[in-house]
């Protein structure tokens, strides 16, 4: 009896998620707080919510991707880890405007933006991770 063959999914699960596991949570707890009203809340509690929210998103962003040693792989990696930097530095950037930018809706818009930037970046490191499994695995040539 021959062992089983490995599919690109079940190697996929033998490698882990890609992406860090408290990414998706920390976007939908600042969509949440963007979504929030900000009238009528005392002290500024808005601000300071999505505030920490966005603190989450970066601490979730910090981890690095695994980089690939497999030629275009590798250029690929190394693209997604300058994504990866200046989506933190616009996080970076924002975190001040947060707090003290008399135009929150301006800002509101700017991170709504940045949430679909970091989704689009998420998809990318799970297509570099796809295609590394694909290429172990001997896909199409």
Known sequence: MSAPVPTASTQARTLGDPVPHGLAPALLGLERA????????????????????????????????????????????????????????RLSELGPEVLESPDADRVRAELRRLITDIRHYVQRVHDLAYDAVELELGGEE
């Open 34 to 89: 963007l979504d929030e009203p900000r009238e009528g809340v005392p002290g500024g509690g808005w601000r300071w919510a999505v505030r920490q929210r966005m603190a989450a998103v970066r601490d979730a962003l910090l981890p690095d991707v695994e980089s690939s040693d497999d030629g275009w792989l590798a250029a690929r990696s190394g693209g997604i880890a300058r994504d990866r930097d200046a989506l933190l530095g």
